[in-house]
């Protein structure tokens, strides 16, 4: 019987003319944004999977750099990487293993980030081009795919929280953190705030982004703003 090669076993297979790796082949899953993390100071931090499988909820953070790796936000990398261990002594702060790309395996562009702009709300529900009701201007949200958050007015209150899932199709918001002005009239911020709750998809076309929920019903319509 045939059996399927691991990713480690194609890349050695890959490298098998050329100069062989004297450390230990990983393959590795690069998210498409770097995140603040803590080190000597803070600074920004790839994020890396070890899995076969890409779970875009499994990242951990990766301190150190990998020799040779140009990396480009935006994309989600497939890397074949070279672990080895320093002869020389490494600094307390620093890691004792050095990372050398191999060789890039996959470059793709990210269609989470696509969700990433400031958008005004031109439908919701039955409502149409709902307006702020202190100072009648148009509504808007903005997200943020890298920072996993969104932030938005719903006509009398704004509202912030953290996207929980989004991998291009799939939307599952945290529930937000709201001001807590009361206004004569609720109905538009009761709208939306509803909308939030219930939206599992999205999909953007012609610069519209629509909220959906499971049974693909549009809860709420919005315009990119640029």
Known sequence: MIRL???SGILI????????????????????????????GPV?????????ELDRKDWELFY???????????FIYRLGVEIEEKEEP????????RYKLLKILSKEMDPALQITNIWKVIEVGEIKDPKGFKNGE????EFNASGKTYFGN??????????????GETLILGPGASTKMACPD?????????????????????????????????LMKLLAVD
């Not at 920004?44 to 076969?52: D, G, P, R, V």
């Not at 490494?90 to 293993?97: E, G, V």
Request: some cysteine; overall charge negative.
């Open 154 to 167: 719903m006509g009398c209150n704004t509202v912030r929280g953290q996207i929980k899932e989004n991998d």
């Open 138 to 141: 148009t509504l808007t949200f």
């Open 13 to 40: 297979l890959l490298l098998s003319c050329q100069d062989q790796p004297t450390g230990q082949i990983e393959t590795w899953w690069v998210n498409s944004a770097k995140v603040e993390c803590i080190g000597v």
């Open 186 to 218: 609720m109905s538009v911020e009761n709208a939306i705030s509803k909308a939030l709750i219930d939206t599992r998809k999205y999909k953007i076309e012609n610069r519209e982004l629509h909220l959906m929920n499971e049974a693909d019903e549009i």
């Open 5 to 7: 090669l691991t990713l």
């Open 90 to 97: 490494s600094p307390a702060d620093a890691s004792s293993k």
């Open 64 to 74: 150190s750099t990998i020799e040779g790796f140009d990396y480009e936000p935006g």
């Open 44 to 52: 920004n931090c790839l994020q890396i999977s070890k899995e076969e």
